[in-house]
């Protein structure tokens, strides 16, 4: 299960039996660091975040950890694009196993975008009921949901 991964990766750096690296930041806002040479004139030094705490996104968006479900194509949705009962339940079922972010299968974005047959799309006002309802079920575990645009150009 995804608390199971968690678990084990957050032990990783007591079963190494030594603190985990310090991280250099730099920032890249500044004029000295974008000259040549002086990319660490003004670095500051901190300790990597851990997997298990929350990530704020710029867009004021927060996450419960930073382990993020890949977006997988599982072609479980129905032939019109819509989303299928089976795929709501195979991505729920990840964000109440743990996952801070879960990724939508591909949803293409036109009709005629479509390279797996089953796959979500997104294209469409009869896509948006399904979507919002899967949004709440996510986000009732915790989880951050995130649709994976695409369209498979000449291949469709």
Avoid at 36 to 44: D, E, H, L, R, V
Avoid at 142 to 153: C, E, M, S, T
């Amino acid at each position: 299960s995804a608390e199971a991964m968690i678990s084990s990766l957050l032990q990783l750096p007591s079963l190494l039996h030594r603190t985990p690296p310090r991280i250099t930041c730099v920032r890249m806002d500044c004029p000295q660091t974008l000259k040549a040479g002086k990319s660490t004139k003004n670095a500051q030094t901190r300790p990597p975040a851990r997997m298990d705490s929350p990530q704020l996104f710029k867009g004021g968006k927060t996450t419960k950890n930073r382990f993020a479900l890949a977006s997988l194509a599982n072609c479980q949705s129905n032939t019109d694009g819509t989303l299928n009962e089976r795929e709501a339940v195979w991505l729920e079922r990840r964000a109440k196993g743990g996952f801070g972010i879960v990724n939508t299968c591909s949803a293409h974005v036109q009709a005629n975008g479509r390279i797996f047959e089953g796959a979500i799309g997104c294209f469409g006002n009869q896509h948006i009921e399904g979507l919002r309802n899967l949004a709440a079920r996510l986000q009732a575990h915790g989880a951050l949901f995130v649709v994976q645009l695409y369209h498979a150009g000449m291949r469709a």
